[in-house]
């Protein structure tokens, strides 16, 4: 599991996008939305059961609302998660109308 950040309760955990080496100009957007989407599912995914081995359970998936994805493998796994809005009120509000 990658080196996190750890304070008493809390753990933050960085992990790859799948383009460590920078997007290929080739590469079709829907292409590169669809495989983020895969290789961040599949490294959250590992880093949640490698934690749950290690013994220290997730309690809580937060994440912004560009990773809507992780609510949906929160609730898939049975986790509660947060959505954390990181845009001023007004992005808040042109999201909601």
């Not at 996190?4 to 753990?11: V, W």
């Not at 880093?47 to 609510?71: E, M, P």
Request: positive net charge.
């Amino acid at each position: 599991m990658p080196k996190g950040l750890t304070l008493p309760g809390l753990t933050l955990v960085p992990f790859s996008d799948g383009y460590d080496n920078g997007i290929k100009l080739e590469d079709h957007a829907q292409h590169y939305l669809s495989e983020i989407k895969r290789c961040r599912l599949e490294t959250l995914k590992r880093i949640i059961a490698i934690s749950y081995d290690q013994g220290r359970l997730v309690t809580c998936l937060v994440h912004t609302i560009l990773l809507a994805w992780a609510a949906e493998l929160a609730r898939s796994l049975q986790l509660p998660s947060a959505l954390l809005w990181i845009q001023s009120a007004t992005v808040f509000i042109i999201y909601h109308h």
